[in-house]
C-alpha cells in the first residue's frame, strides 16, 4: 500500500456512524438492533450490567417491542444523556463557587 490518503465515501446515515458508550448499548449497535423490527434477544449478566440495563430500560433508550426482544432507542438515549448533562451543569457550577470561596479564604496577599 502506498502512503497516499483515499477518500472513504460516508455510508448512508448517521446512525452508521453512531458511537456510544458503556457496555450494552454498543452492543446493541453492533448487531444494528435499533429498531423495533431489528429487535434481539438479550438477557443482561447479573449486578452491574443488570442494574444498568434496567436503567437504560427505564429511560427508555432500550425498549421491548415482544417476550424477550429488546432494541436500542438512539434518540430516548441522546434525550436521556442530554438531561443526566443538564442536571450535573448546576452541580458543577456550585462546587467550582465553593472553590473559588475557599481560595479566596485562605489567599495571603
Excluded: N, Q, W
Excluded at 434481539?40 to 447479573?46: D, I, K, R, Y
Aim: charged share 25%.
Amino acid at each position: 500500500m502506498s502512503g497516499r490518503l483515499t477518500r472513504v465515501e460516508p455510508r448512508g446515515t448517521v446512525r452508521d456512524r453512531y458511537l456510544v458508550h458503556g457496555t450494552i448499548a454498543p452492543r446493541f449497535v453492533e448487531a444494528r438492533a435499533v429498531t423495533a423490527s431489528d429487535a434481539m434477544p438479550f438477557t443482561p449478566a447479573a449486578g452491574r450490567e443488570a442494574k444498568a440495563f434496567a436503567a437504560m430500560i427505564a429511560d427508555g433508550s432500550i425498549r421491548m417491542p415482544a417476550a424477550g426482544r429488546f432494541y436500542f432507542d438512539m434518540d430516548a438515549y441522546e434525550a436521556a444523556a442530554a438531561g443526566r448533562r443538564a442536571r450535573r451543569v448546576p452541580v458543577l457550577l456550585i462546587v467550582s463557587l465553593l472553590i473559588v470561596v475557599v481560595a479566596l479564604v485562605f489567599y495571603r496577599g
